[in-house]
């Protein structure tokens, strides 16, 4: 970490930004929180500088405010990162229990964890998935983030095999998922993904297990009422 990435000493100087204007009360209707706006510019300049060429000041100059501000709400770079690659698995994660729960068949809950997983990549702000490979995330600061990713393949590894009408690999086939989902993350960076994007590599994770046609359809029929169904606890997420 440079040192324009540490976090000021007490009673020290501190860098200062550009200074956000001065405001009464809470942020003004329809504004983001500072936390939302400085994870916001992180993941922007993460994304289009890299990690290591992004630093704390850029990220609050960025969001209009001084460098110690920032460091109120965040320890630094390594705590940015790790919260935006977070959520971009947590909100799936949290659903896993309550998909296999309401799931009748184990098809039915693979193509609605696909759905929730795509949809959650979607939101990520600025594509950060782009960010997985970067040699930062393989450092342990970011063990939590990787264990968590390593609890949703082992998802995707439990119901793909459950799915499946042969015995092949279950790992084989979790890691396919798993990757047939992040397809996202390229499909977003070479442009905007089509609507039906989520259904479409769901379906695709259907067949990659090796399910017949009839049997497609019927899974996707019954993901869609699941997830409709999920639908108060998939907007709570």
Known sequence: MSS????????????????????????PQGAREPRAEILDAAAELFTQLGYAGTST?????????????????????????????????????????????????????LHALVSVDVATLLRAPHNVGT????HEVQ???????????????????????????????????????LQVVELVIPLRRDGTPGPGVADDLAAACLRVVGLAPAAVDAAVADGHDLLAALSPVTAAT
Request: charged content about 25%; aromatic content about 6%; glycine content about 8%.
């Open 4 to 27: 324009d990435d540490a976090a000021p000493p007490r009673g020290g100087r501190p860098s200062v930004g550009r200074p956000r204007a001065a405001r009464t009360g809470g942020p």
């Open 57 to 109: 000041r850029a990220i609050a100059e960025r969001v209009g405010i001084r460098q110690a501000s920032l460091y109120y709400h965040f320890a630094g770079k390594d705590e940015l990162l790790l919260e935006l690659l977070e959520n971009s698995v947590r909100p799936t994660l949290d659903l896993v229990a309550a998909i296999e729960a309401r799931a009748d068949r184990a098809e039915v809950a």
């Open 131 to 134: 960010l997985y490979a970067a």
């Open 139 to 177: 450092q342990p600061g970011f063990d939590s983030f990787r264990r968590h990713r390593a609890e949703l393949l082992a998802a995707y590894t439990r119901l793909a095999a459950a799915s499946a009408p042969q015995s092949p690999d279950p790992d084989l086939l979790g890691a396919l998922c």
